[in-house]
């Protein structure tokens, strides 16, 4: 089983206090306002999730969650996250453990990856790393009517895949399988300052920050992949996630997507600590089915 790494770093580690923190982030003043209502009929595609400490992204990752809550309960769940400590791409078959319990894993999908994929199954990858684990405890607090029946899909992404050639892979997989998945990309945008080596100006930071993480956005909401990728080379960009954006969104083509899809929510730590000398900007982006 694959046990908590930033349990009590980046989230609280005991029930009690997590579930109080997690309730105030549905609550706060950047957050939904409320917590989620009773289900619909209708579906999701996924989210764009941010996975900073709850403390900082929590608010902001409550909007995209609070629509898993509210729509169809899936199969499972793909959760797809950037590697912050190496090159490697791998996905984990073990259940995952956090302080509101176990999560089982979608072994059958998880396998079928592995066999038709590019993608191999690599546990040490995922030990230390907190991109996806940042996911699961809030996918358990807005799924409480499905706990038990909560399977996830594990997948860190580095840059040694080649990512257009996996989108067509598992668009695949996805098509004979024919399991309900719905996708949580795991990605925190621009990383701003001289601790994150990237100071690209100086005058007006936080409408500049504003200005360049819209820029992005748009070119993710229109799914334009290669405007996206024309984007992160030309601004260079520092959006830890954006290989697993990427691969969205070449999936999304794959599927001949014809959804719709809205930024929820969209604001930076220096919002949160009114200080911009390093910032992190955080935004929940919905894909309806």
Known sequence: ?????????FYKESFDELDKELNECFTSKFGPGDLPAKRKESKIKGIISPHAGYAFSGACAAWGFMEIA???????YIIIGPSHYGNKSGISLEDWRT???????????SIALKNNTD???????HEQEHSIEMQVPMLQFVNKDNLNSINIVPILIGRDI???????????????LNKSCVFIISSDFTHYGPNYKYVPFTLDVPKS???????????????DVEGFADYLNSTMITICGYMPILLFM?????????????M??????????????????????????
């Open 99 to 109: 302080p509101f319990g176990m999560v089982r894993n979608a072994k059958d999908v």
């Open 1 to 9: 089983m694959r046990q908590e790494a930033v349990a009590g770093k």
């Open 162 to 176: 080649e990512y257009k050639k996996l989108a067509f892979q598992i668009s695949e997989v996805c098509k004979d």
């Open 250 to 262: 070449s999936i999304l083509q794959n599927q001949e997507y014809k959804g719709k899809a809205s």
């Open 209 to 223: 920050i504003n200005k360049l993480d819209k820029g992005a956005i748009e070119k993710i909401i229109s799914l």
């Open 264 to 289: 929820l929510m969209h604001y930076t730590s220096g919002d949160i600590l009114n200080d911009f000398k390093n910032s992190v900007s955080y935004a929940s982006i919905l894909f309806k089915d």
């Open 119 to 125: 993608l191999v199954i690599d546990e040490e990858i």
């Open 70 to 76: 509210e729509n169809e309960f899936p199969d499972c």
